[in-house]
């Protein structure tokens, strides 16, 4: 097989993965969003590095591990937003062994949060913890959500190079979060909710979209 080949089976098998090990936990996870949507409570979500692009801007990719790693960051962070006990967090990271993303897990919790985390278990198994606390991602969390990925991610390896290649946690990740979203709003749906959906710009949403900005704009910093 060709390299990309390679790829799409290994992607394919891990995604197959989660969808048969992780059922349970993304049906808690999913049973939580519904209970905030009918609430009107939020969900918050962050990640970083090999999750960035799941739940984040991207940043400099020097400059985000250095933030990632630092301890009290989170903190600092949190107090930006009004996250309080209804809200449900997302956080995910490949690793789950680095400062912040555990600090806001722990932040989250106290503050009455139901925290979902996603992590690679392979990966975070193999290496010790990066805080203070020996803890990890997956020690913090309400539910864990296994991306079923291989130690390091990257699930290819060449002749030539030294290094693997060919990452799947933002394959398997993306699905996680979207099958969360869809079976939680799904379920605020079965509770008479309709929760307001942002229409994609390029399919003549403006109009719609442009309530939705002058309703929550006040409420959600970032749009």
Known sequence: MNAYEKYYAAAR????????????????????LGEALV????????????????????KEAIEATYLERREGYAAELLKQYPAERGDVLIVASNS?????PIELAMAGTQRGMKVIVITNLAHTR???SRHSSGKKLADVGDVVIDNCGVHGDACLELPGIPAAIGPTSSITGMFIVNAIVAQGIENALSRGVAPEIYISSNSNGDEHNDKLLRKYKSRIRHL
């Open 13 to 32: 098998e891990q995604l197959e993965k989660v969808y048969r090990t992780q059922r349970g936990a993304i049906e808690q996870a999913a049973t939580w």
């Open 39 to 58: 609430k009107d409570r939020w969900l918050y979500a962050f990640g970083t590095g090999h999750s960035e692009d799941l739940l984040m801007l991207h």
């Open 96 to 100: 789950g062994r680095n400062a912040v």
């Open 126 to 128: 193999a290496w010790p």
